[in-house]
C-alpha cells in the first residue's frame, strides 16, 4: 500500500460511550489520535473507494463499530468487530497501565522498565488481535492497528 491516498485523515470517538478521564487517559487518547493522524495505512477491501478516510469509532451492543466516510465525511462503509474477541486483553492491558502508575511513584527504575514491558507487549497483543480479526475487512499496518487499539481501550474506560 504505497499509496498515500489510503489513509486516514479524520478519526473521531464516540465520546457518549465515556463518562470521564483521567488525565492520564485524555493525554494517551491525543498522542494515540495525533500519532494515528501523522503516520497510518489504512483502506477498507469491501469499497472502490482509494481514501483518503474519516473514521468514526465506538461501542455499539457489545461491538466494536468503525464507520468509514470518505473525506468529506459521506458514508462509505461500516465495519463491525465483537468487542468480545479484545475483552481479555483490554482486561489485562488496563491492569497493568494501573499497576505501571502506581509502580512509577515507588519502585525501582528496573522494576518500572520490566511492568513497561509487559505493558507493551500487551498492547501489541491487542493491536494484533485487532489487525487480525479485521484483516478480511482493513488492510493496516501494525502502527495503525497499535494506535486503534490505544482508542479501543479509552472507548472501554467508565468512570
Known sequence: MSDDTHRIVDIQLDEKS????SPQVDHERK???YD???DNTFR?????HPGPYALRLSIQENRLVLDVDDES???LVKITLP???LKRVVR???MICDSYFKAITTLSPSQIEAIDMGRRGLHN?????????????VEMNLRTARRLFTLVCVLHIKA
Do not use: K, M, N
Open 18 to 21: 465515556v463518562v470521564s478521564r
Open 31 to 33: 498522542v494515540a489520535i
Open 36 to 38: 494515528l493522524l501523522e
Open 44 to 48: 477498507p477491501r469491501e469499497i472502490d
Open 73 to 75: 465525511h459521506e458514508h
Open 83 to 85: 468487542i468480545s474477541v
Open 92 to 94: 489485562d492491558y488496563f
Open 125 to 137: 497483543e491487542g493491536a494484533e488481535i485487532l489487525r487480525t480479526r479485521l484483516d478480511d475487512r
